[in-house]
């Protein structure tokens, strides 16, 4: 106890020592397990922004035949 209240900036190492130890392991398991991999948001947008359009142009349609009428 009294190593941790003689140096207070050794508590700041240790715990930024801990804090990247972690940062690393979740990287590593990431990298490595591909379970633990994200999804590819960049294609689920990119699918979103096609059926927004896709579903624009049929609205589109729609108020183009209602006005005809």
């Given at each position: 106890m009294r190593l941790l209240e003689a140096n207070?900036?050794?508590n700041v190492v240790w715990i930024l020592l801990?804090?990247?130890g972690l940062g690393l392991i979740v990287f590593l398991l990431r990298k490595f397990i591909p379970g633990l991999k994200g999804e590819d948001t960049i294609e689920d947008e990119k699918k979103?922004?096609?059926d927004n359009v896709k579903r624009r142009i049929v609205e589109y349609k729609e108020e183009e035949k209602?006005?005809?009428e």
């Open positions: 207070p900036g050794l801990g804090a990247i979103v922004a096609e209602d006005e005809e």
